[in-house]
């Protein structure tokens, strides 16, 4: 039976996207599109001046959209002397970066008159504003899509010179928010065991619910061989710092001498804000595209889809949206975690640069392999990556959250 018609308040730290370069933005506007076929939404986030729009789709669906400015992500003297104090007084970089006098007062308001059953605050970076609903009954549900402390806490052993300084303030500062805004809700949901794991430690932690993402299913997988000349993709967004490392590991370790046994083989490396450390990697045979209005076409050409994540947690959805294609891919067990695939039946694991090597040349040189490969991690995704199963564990949990704390 399914759930009554509810009212769903969602906080978020930019404009949700059907098409967003980031899998986080396209996996909440996901769920806001299947969600708002059945229930009332009403929508808050901030937009800086460089993100593009509010998806239309979601305008048109929810009941209420309110858009609250924010300063552009960057770099000046000023910003820096403002980051700074911002961590002498707890604040990580990015919450202090979301932090807007205005969106904090028009919560307060629009959850005094709208009157939700259920507020979804969706990133961690949002849990600063969970002050501004104190006079709210609903119950609080965050959507913790990568977990702060451990995520700063990759960060800051992989970095190097002054970065690493000050990458330890952030961590302890990630450390200190996250307790913070768990003790402040009724539940969270992450993606993975090991997100769940990583916030269980976390003293007063509130009931940790996984709740898998889906994803958009073609209506038909693509070319399962890839086209000649043959080339490999990455994708990813590469204001994600572990994006960033796996590109670099992809062109410094692992494509050279892939391409020694392959003579002619390119590299596509595809995603929105490449570092200048991923530009400086493009040559001859690598492509670095920055931001495509549509990462189809390079899917369908890719002969195998490589992902060596060595870092970071949350969402898989390049790796889900590689296998719905019906594409052959190589990637790291983190870069899998999450998804009930069988090393050697929808996907192929490697761990190590000589791995990775070896198993992509194995697919290269054998593209009937390759192909069955393909067709089989696109039969087991129209079975496990639609979002039906989702959405009905986020009904359910709501159900869960409204019965016991309904007059918070």
């Given at each position: ?151 700063a806490r990759d960060l800051w052993q992989s970095s190097r010179g002054i970065g690493r300084a000050i990458r330890y303030f952030d961590m302890l500062a990630w450390e200190r928010f996250e307790r913070t805004i768990i ?226």
């Amino acid at each position: 039976m399914r759930l009554t018609q509810l009212r769903l308040f969602f906080l978020l730290p930019f404009p949700p996207r059907l098409d967003a370069t980031h899998g986080g933005g396209r996996t909440a506007a996901q769920v806001l599109a299947h969600l708002s076929t059945h229930h009332r939404i009403a929508l808050m986030y901030l937009r800086a001046p460089a993100d593009p729009p509010l998806d239309p789709i979601l305008r048109e669906r929810c009941e209420l959209v309110e858009e609250v400015m924010r300063p552009n992500p960057g770099f000046s003297l000023a910003s820096g002397r403002a980051r700074i104090r911002s961590l002498l007084r707890g604040w990580p970089l990015w919450v202090a970066g979301c932090s807007v006098a205005a969106f904090r007062s028009r919560v307060r308001v629009l959850a005094g008159t709208w009157r939700p059953d259920i507020v979804n605050v969706e990133f961690h970076v949002m849990g600063q504003y969970l002050s501004s609903l104190d006079d709210c009954p609903a119950p609080r549900l965050l959507i913790q899509h990568e977990p702060g402390a451990a995520a700063a806490r990759d960060l800051w052993q992989s970095s190097r010179g002054i970065g690493r300084a000050i990458r330890y303030f952030d961590m302890l500062a990630w450390e200190r928010f996250e307790r913070t805004i768990i003790s402040q809700v009724q539940s969270i949901v992450v993606f993975t065991e090991r997100d769940r794991e990583a916030l269980a430690h976390v003293p007063m932690s509130p009931p940790i619910i996984c709740i898998p993402s889906g994803t958009v299913l073609p209506k038909q997988p693509l070319n399962p061989h890839g086209d000649e000349p043959l080339n490999l993709l990455f994708v990813g967004n590469f204001k994600h710092p572990p994006n960033v490392d796996a590109a670099v590991r992809l062109v410094n370790a692992i494509f050279p001498r892939v391409q020694a046994h392959i003579p002619g083989l390119r590299l596509h490396i595809v995603g929105d804000q490449p570092t200048a450390r991923v530009r400086e990697l493009a040559n001859e045979t690598i492509v670095v595209t920055g931001r495509v209005p549509d990462v189809t076409p390079y899917l369908d050409r890719a002969a195998v889809v490589v992902v060596p994540l060595r870092m970071g947690g949350g969402l898989r959805v390049k790796v889900k949206e590689a296998l719905a294609a019906g594409k052959a891919v190589v990637a790291s067990r983190l870069a899998v975690e999450g998804l009930d695939v069988v090393d050697g039946n929808q996907i192929l694991l490697a761990e190590s640069d000589e791995q990775f090597v070896d198993t992509v040349v194995h697919l290269l040189n054998y593209p009937d392999q390759r192909a069955a490969l393909a067709t089989r991690a696109s039969a087991w995704a129209c079975v496990n990556l639609g979002w039906e199963r989702s959405i009905a564990a986020y009904e359910a949990l709501y159900e869960s959250l409204i019965r016991e704390f309904g007059n918070l």
